[in-house]
């Protein structure tokens, strides 16, 4: 019975290889675990938060695709002949009925299957997942939409995968030992993602909201002679914030005079400022800086010219010229060819 916490993966920085290994795709979406009885169909989330009522289309295809009673764990992902779109994916958080209905219908999302973890009256959770597995195979009955997610016991299949599909949203790769049991809300798997480093423009920081530090940098790219937002930076320790503070104090100086981000009020999904589209209440009030100081931060991936999660500051370059931060130096791979998962 609901709720069920999702089993975690660790980040390591190389494919793990070994015996008794199993990888597959990491997917870029909602993770979701499904409970079936009969007609009775819930959708919940990583947190608690259901999602049923968002994704009535994926209710639909999970009807017709697996066993009348059972818990499968999966993901909810939004797939376009580019990649997957996790923008997409998020505008379909919606409170209102109608909209949901409309976006269900223009962006229909897919489910993809990886874990099953009860079937009929059997709790699977202490079952090793390479039985799962089978189970899971045998239980699921594949079709547009609703998927069954690849798996390999080759660490160098393992390593195309996530070389080939980077380009297409993926976030990564996932490695289990087929001797797992399920474990709720514990990191014992393990997760391969990409990161890369690039060098923006410090031009503003958010404090912190215990008010006594720097909570992120906002960061800045070149763009035909005009700096776009494209993310933060966070994460630091309670001794960082209170360092950035005095590291960040000479910029701030005259900072409004002919900045490029004077003007953010007006609204552009690409500066900082605007109300955010995921929490409109949360403050974004952000203090700026002379857009004179460089940054080398880390980043997995771009989507829609930003970056798509949080980067992390690794260092200030005094060496790098603000003007030589450009959209240019980000390496994006070309889209993968989803066919053989999604059928496109």
């Keep these: 019975m609901p709720p069920v916490r999702p089993m975690l993966a660790k980040a390591v920085r190389e494919v793990p290889r070994g015996d008794g290994?199993?990888?597959?795709?990491?997917?870029?979406?909602?993770r979701c675990v499904v409970f079936r009885d009969g007609d009775e169909l819930e959708l919940g989330s990583r947190n608690d938060r259901p999602l049923t009522r968002y994704f009535p289309e994926v209710v639909e295809l999970l009807k017709q695709g697996l066993p009348e009673r059972c818990v499968v764990d999966g993901e909810i992902v939004i797939v376009t002949p580019e990649g997957l779109d996790f923008g997409l994916l998020q505008l379909r958080l919606h409170p209102a009925a109608s909209r949901v209905r409309k976006l269900a219908a223009e962006t229909p999302a897919d489910f993809v299957a990886f874990d099953l973890l009860a079937?009929?009256?059997r709790d699977l959770t202490a079952t090793p997942f390479g039985e799962r597995r089978k189970l899971l195979e045998q239980a699921l009955r594949p079709a547009k939409g609703l998927h069954l997610t690849?798996?390999?016991?080759?660490?160098?299949?393992?390593?195309?995968?996530?070389?080939?599909?980077?380009?297409?949203g993926f976030d990564g790769v996932v490695a289990k030992?087929?001797?797992?049991?399920?474990?709720?809300?514990?990191?014992?798997?393990?997760?391969?993602?990409h990161e890369r480093t690039a060098d923006c423009v410090v031009a503003g920081f958010r404090w912190h909201k215990d008010g006594e530090g720097v909570g992120s940098l906002m960061l800045g790219l070149y763009d035909d002679g005009r700096l776009q937002h494209v993310g933060?930076?966070?994460?630091?320790?309670?001794?960082r914030?209170?360092?950035l503070v005095d590291e960040l104090a000479p910029y701030r100086e005259n900072a409004l005079d002919d900045h490029p981000w004077g003007e953010?009020?007006?609204?552009?999904a690409r500066t900082p400022g605007a109300a955010s589209r995921w929490a409109p209440t949360k403050d974004m009030a952000w203090q700026p800086l002379r857009p004179e100081l460089v940054a080398e931060v880390r980043y997995e991936h771009v989507e829609g010219r930003r970056f798509r999660h949080t980067a992390r500051l690794v260092r200030f370059r005094p060496d790098r010229t603000p003007d030589s931060c450009t959209y240019e130096q980000l390496d994006e791979a070309p889209p993968a060819e989803l066919a053989e998962v999604f059928g496109l």
């Design 21 to 30: 290994l199993v990888f597959e795709p990491k997917w870029d979406g909602f």
């Design 241 to 243: 914030r209170r360092e």
């Design 150 to 168: 690849p798996a390999t016991d080759d660490p160098d299949v393992a390593q195309d995968w996530f070389t080939r599909f980077e380009g297409a």
């Design 264 to 268: 953010w009020a007006q609204v552009d």
């Design 177 to 193: 030992r087929t001797d797992l049991p399920y474990e709720q809300d514990k990191r014992v798997m393990w997760k391969v993602k």
């Design 232 to 239: 933060v930076a966070s994460s630091f320790t309670a001794a």
């Design 119 to 121: 079937l009929g009256d």
